[in-house]
C-alpha cells in the first residue's frame, strides 16, 4: 500500500471526506460530527493541516493550531480503521513535527490511545486542564 502525506489548506477539503475520517477511524465519537458547520469551521480555522491520501481518498488527517516556534496543538489525529497500524498516524505526527521543528507538540489522548503516545516518544503530563 502506498499512501501520501502533504500539508493542505484546512478550507480546500471536501468536509464530506473529513467527516468519513472521523466517522471511520473511531474519533467522530468525540467531535460534534453531526454539526456540520462546527466541524466545517474546526477544519477550516486549524492553521497546520496534513493529510494523507491511499489512491486519492483521503485515509488521514492531523488538524492543528501552531504558532510555529514554541506549541503545536496537535487537535486531532484521525485514521481510518482500516489503515491504522499501518504507520500513517506516526507519519503524520512526524510530518506535523517537520513543520514547526522547534515547537513541542502537545495533544489530548483518547482513551484507547493512551498507550500509543508514549511508544511514539511522547511522554505524559499531569497538569493539563479542560474547561467546557
Excluded at 466517522?23 to 468525540?30: D, H, K, P, V, Y
Excluded at 460534534?32 to 474546526?42: L, N, Q, S
Aim: glycine share 6%; proline share 3%.
Amino acid at each position: 500500500m502506498t499512501w501520501h502525506i502533504e500539508r493542505e489548506n484546512g478550507t480546500d477539503l471536501d468536509l464530506d471526506e473529513v467527516l468519513r475520517v472521523y466517522r471511520t477511524s473511531g474519533l467522530g465519537e468525540r467531535r460534534p460530527i453531526a454539526d456540520t458547520e462546527r466541524m466545517a469551521a474546526m477544519v477550516r480555522n486549524a492553521n497546520l493541516v496534513l493529510t494523507c491520501r491511499v489512491d486519492g481518498e483521503l485515509v488521514g488527517i492531523a488538524r492543528s493550531v501552531s504558532d510555529f516556534s514554541y506549541v503545536t496543538y496537535l487537535s486531532d489525529i484521525a485514521v481510518s480503521r482500516a489503515h491504522q497500524r499501518s504507520g500513517i498516524g506516526r507519519a503524520l505526527i512526524d510530518a506535523t513535527r517537520k513543520e514547526a521543528p522547534q515547537a513541542k507538540i502537545v495533544l489530548l489522548s483518547a482513551p484507547a490511545a493512551t498507550d500509543y503516545y508514549p511508544h511514539i516518544g511522547f511522554t505524559q503530563h499531569n497538569s493539563a486542564w479542560v474547561k467546557s
